[in-house]
């Protein structure tokens, strides 16, 4: 996909190879089956979007965005893997889930989580957040207020490495 795009809030697009994305694209539908591709491109997954039983991930080298005001669930991997640059923006009374939440190569790469980040893998490496060269999480309210609903769930709920440290949190 080029260009700017949207799948509507009644309609269903199940994928079943891989989908790339070299623009925008916005979903208030349903997104469901393998991947899609950020080929430096962005996805908004608006309110009441729906991205199930699929990941996306950005191309190593590229740059990708994620923008979630909706849900991600159900990856047996993990639910949003940028290899490069990349920023994931979870807002508040999101939720991104799959065996593992967020997974960002790049280091320059930002997660900005106001909702919630679960990984539900049963597993002692189960990540919510999976910073791999460094990079900046910011979780909780970022409006100035001091009550925050913000999380990150997992076994561990961030990890940093690089290549001669890691740090669990």
Aim: proline share 1%; glycine share 18%; charged share 5%.
């Amino acid at each position: 996909l080029a260009g700017s795009n949207t799948l509507g809030s009644s309609v269903t697009l199940t994928n079943s190879g891989t989908l790339t994305d070299s623009g925008m694209l916005f979903n208030s539908g349903t997104f469901s089956g393998n991947a899609l591709r950020l080929n430096n491109g962005v996805l908004t997954n608006r309110a009441g979007g729906v991205l199930s039983n699929s990941y996306v991930y950005g191309v190593a080298g590229g740059s990708g965005s994620v923008v979630n005001q909706g849900t991600f669930s159900g990856y047996a991997g993990p639910a949003v893997y940028l290899k490069g640059s990349g920023n994931v923006t979870n807002a508040s009374g999101a939720l991104i889930s799959g065996a593992y939440g967020v997974k960002l190569k790049g280091d320059e790469a930002t997660l900005v989580n106001q909702g919630q980040v679960t990984a539900t893998a049963n597993a002692a490496t189960a990540f919510a957040a999976y910073l791999r060269n460094g990079g900046l999480i910011i979780n909780g309210q970022g409006n100035g207020s001091t009550t925050s609903t913000a999380a990150m769930q997992g076994y561990y709920g961030a990890v940093f490495k690089s290549v001669d440290t890691a740090t669990q949190l």
